[in-house]
């Protein structure tokens, strides 16, 4: 299996609505759904959860 398949590259939108976003890679064996990350949005300055967009 390619690398790009089973790890893709997914981008992690923030849910308090400010536009920023983190760029990481998932494994989809461990973890088929969206994924879900408490991380610092500096805007708000403050931690809150980061979905992710396809």
């Known amino acids: 299996m390619a690398r790009t398949e089973l790890r893709p ?24 759904d969206r994924m879900v990350l408490r991380k610092y949005d500096p805007k708000v300055r403050a931690h809150v959860e980061f979905r992710e967009e396809r």
Do not use: E, F, M
Not at 9 to 32: C, E, F, H, Q
């Open 9 to 32: 590259i997914v981008r992690l939108r923030s849910t308090a609505g400010t536009g920023t976003t983190y760029v990481t890679r998932k494994n989809r064996r461990n973890d088929p």
